[in-house]
């Protein structure tokens, strides 16, 4: 089959390196002849039939942007058959041969619909959560690492210059990567993580051993969801004589220029996408182990083995063992 039309679309919570992503798909799909047309905010647009024309000119100075020129959308209607029809309905009418989703495993799960009903799909990773475990990294994932780390640095200053305790909480819905990889490159001293889950007693506790046995004034790093922040750091305040802040590092990680190594990675799987197409190899998942750029099929990726980074986790625990000097 002859490929002449592709789409794009950028789904789910947007992360640095989508639109490097579009940029480098634009430019590499035009110079081989295809049309590129882009869907806005994801699954809502494929249903609502909101598709652009991409030329070069619209891709222009848009990669060392955060956020996504297409927008993003949560759409959970996206999870019902009739929806799903109204998108391969809109899909099959504009003779779209192939559609490139760029986003996490709920966007993946959405590729995996489309799939089931015929289209063809290429799906790029791209969540700063970094929760698709087929991939060593998801686009984003650095750059909000990298973000959560100026920002804990800073606050780490001034609340050590008070002997303030801190208790940042960062993102990563369920998956703890954002933690664990913030928490070791600012040497805090504490993290919890849903994949080495402790109750609150216990995370309590062990502040209360840093104090008492590392005599440190602690700084934490806690994954979103894992406690109430709020409800933690007041019983820290009340039970261990130590003034202790909470800090939510929030949207920040999620936003501003993608890091160069994201923007190697955007490049490394936009050109891969336009590849695949053209080659006539669909319905796969591009990732990257190592460094190198694999893909697999959707399906086997989305049941990939967890695969999580124990061997940082038990360094960081390594560390921050006390030992006389
Ligand atoms: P992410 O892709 O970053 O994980 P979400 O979990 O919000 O973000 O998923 C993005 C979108 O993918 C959802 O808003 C929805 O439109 C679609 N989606 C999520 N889960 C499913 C599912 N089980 N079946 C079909 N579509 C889904
Ligand atoms: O995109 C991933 C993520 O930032 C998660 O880390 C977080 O749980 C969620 O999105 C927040 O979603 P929203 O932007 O819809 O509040």
């Known amino acids: 089959m002859e490929i002449?039309?592709?789409?794009?679309?950028?789904?789910?919570?947007?992360?640095?390196?989508?639109?490097?992503?579009?940029?480098?798909?634009?430019?590499?799909?035009?110079?081989?002849?295809?049309?590129?047309?882009g869907v806005r905010q994801g699954y809502r647009g494929l249903c609502e039939n909101n598709f652009v024309k991409l030329t070069n000119a619209n891709v222009e100075n848009i990669s060392s942007l955060g956020g996504t020129?297409?927008?993003?959308?949560?759409?959970?209607?996206?999870?019902?058959?009739?929806?799903?029809?109204k998108a391969v309905n809109n899909l099959k009418e504009r003779n779209i041969d192939a559609l490139i989703i760029i986003g996490g495993d709920g966007s993946f799960r959405g590729a995996k619909s489309l799939m089931e009903k015929g289209i063809?799909?290429?799906?790029?990773?791209?969540?700063i959560d970094n929760d698709l475990r087929y991939t060593d990294r998801c686009l984003g994932f650095d750059t909000a690492v990298n973000n959560a780390c100026n920002f804990i640095e800073n606050?780490?200053?001034?609340?050590?210059?008070?002997?303030?305790g801190v208790i940042?909480?960062?993102?990563?819905?369920?998956?703890?990567?954002?933690?664990?990889?913030?928490?070791?490159a600012t040497a805090c001293d504490i993290v919890a993580v849903p994949e080495k889950p402790t109750s609150e007693e216990e995370f309590i506790q062990k502040v209360k051993d840093c104090i008492t046995i590392n005599k440190k004034v602690p700084t934490v790093v806690i994954a979103e969801k894992l406690y109430d922040i709020e409800k933690v750091?007041?019983?820290?305040?009340?039970?261990?004589?130590?003034?202790?802040?909470s800090s939510v590092v929030?949207?920040?990680?999620?936003?501003?220029?993608?890091?160069?190594?994201?923007?190697?990675?955007?490049?490394?799987?936009?050109?891969?996408?336009?590849?695949?197409?053209?080659?006539?190899?669909l319905n796969k998942a591009i990732g990257i182990k190592g460094n190198n750029v694999f893909e697999m099929n959707?399906?086997?990726?989305?049941?990939?083995?967890?695969?999580?980074?124990?061997?940082l986790l038990n360094l960081f625990y390594l560390l921050n063992t006390k030992v006389e000097d």
């Open 168 to 184: 940042f909480e960062v993102m990563g819905r369920y998956c703890g990567d954002i933690a664990l990889h913030t928490a070791a």
């Open 120 to 127: 063809d799909i290429i799906a790029i990773p791209g969540t």
């Open 250 to 281: 929030g949207y920040v990680q999620r936003g501003g220029a993608p890091s160069v190594w994201d923007r190697t990675l955007a490049m490394q799987f936009g050109v891969r996408a336009v590849e695949l197409i053209t080659k006539g190899i």
């Open 69 to 85: 020129i297409l927008k993003t959308a949560r759409f959970p209607e996206f999870k019902e058959d009739e929806i799903v029809d």
């Open 4 to 37: 002449k039309n592709i789409a794009i679309l950028t789904s789910g919570g947007d992360c640095q390196g989508m639109n490097t992503t579009v940029n480098i798909v634009v430019r590499i799909a035009t110079l081989k002849g295809l049309n590129v047309y």
């Open 155 to 164: 606050v780490k200053q001034t609340m050590g210059a008070l002997d303030r």
């Open 298 to 311: 959707i399906n086997d990726a989305l049941h990939c083995e967890y695969n999580y980074n124990y061997e």
């Open 233 to 245: 750091t007041k019983r820290l305040n009340e039970e261990t004589g130590i003034e202790f802040k």
